[in-house]
T-cell receptor, first 112, second 115 residues
Framework: EAQVTQNPRYLITVTGKKLTVTCSQN?????MSWYRQDPGLGLRQIYY???????DKGDVPEGYKVSRKEKRNFPLILESPSPNQTSLYFC???????????FGPGTRLLVL | AQSVTQLDSQVPVFEEAPVELRCNYS??????LFWYVQYPNQGLQLLLK??????LVKGINGFEAEFNKSQTSFHLRKPSVHISDTAEYFC?????????????FGGGTRVLVKP
């Protein structure tokens, strides 16, 4: 089944404790993105990647890092999480630049 | 810079009634427009998209949208809703000048279908 998977689905952590949210897609898509969803703000892009080793900042990259060492994986790293990073995070992938983006199920993060 | 405004944050509607969700965008270049739906506790899935061609776009589950360039709008409609259409709906835009695969989303419209 074609899908985007994310882990973990739920995470509670404390300020400053490094964490990684994994994202994997099995559709051989070139493009991958991370978004955060906050009430009333819709989804905002954090980082995106156009191919292996090619990543760039989205609208809200502060406090996040990403890497794309393999085509299928695009982990999101929070080196020192803060409470304002409490949010719902989505990973997405697409075949091309204007193609449909396929979203993972989301990761709900609470930073205390 | 591109932006999207969804004019209604919540839309209550009775089952079998029609619904229209409004979306306006701003962009100085050619745009590509999308509507996504998010069912409770799930990710987003595509309802429909406009890339070019006919301005009336038909999507899944009986939804359709009309691209109006002069009014910079891309309103979503369904003639008769079901309880299962209760969800949050997001309008999104990208353009030929947007970096990478950047999608700019509106704030979302929550649709609550009442029996």
């Amino acid at each position: 089944e074609a899908q985007v998977t994310q882990n973990p689905r739920y995470l509670i952590t404390v300020t400053g404790k490094k964490l990684t949210v994994t994202c994997s897609q099995n559709m051989n898509h070139e493009y991958m993105s991370w978004y955060r969803q906050d009430p009333g703000l819709g989804l905002r892009q954090i980082y995106y990647s156009m191919n292996v080793e090619v990543t760039d900042k989205g609208d809200v990259p502060e406090g996040y890092k990403v890497s794309r060492k393999e085509k299928r994986n695009f982990p999101l790293i929070l080196e020192s999480p803060s409470p304002n990073q409490t949010s719902l995070y989505f990973c997405a992938s697409s075949l091309g630049r204007y193609e449909t983006q396929y979203f993972g199920p989301g990761t709900r993060l609470l930073v205390l | 810079a591109q932006s999207v405004t969804q004019l209604d944050s919540q839309v209550p509607v009775f089952e079998e009634a029609p619904v229209e969700l409004r979306c306006n965008y701003s962009s100085s270049v050619s745009v590509y427009l999308f509507w996504y739906v998010q069912y409770p506790n799930q990710g987003l899935q595509l309802l429909l998209k406009y890339l070019s061609g006919s301005t009336l776009v038909k999507g899944i589950n009986g939804f359709e949208a009309e691209f109006n360039k002069s009014q910079t709008s891309f309103h979503l409609r369904k003639p008769s809703v079901h309880i299962s259409d209760t969800a949050e709906y997001f309008c999104a835009v990208t353009s030929s000048k947007a970096a990478g695969n950047k999608l700019t989303f509106g704030g979302g419209t929550r649709v609550l279908v009442k029996p």
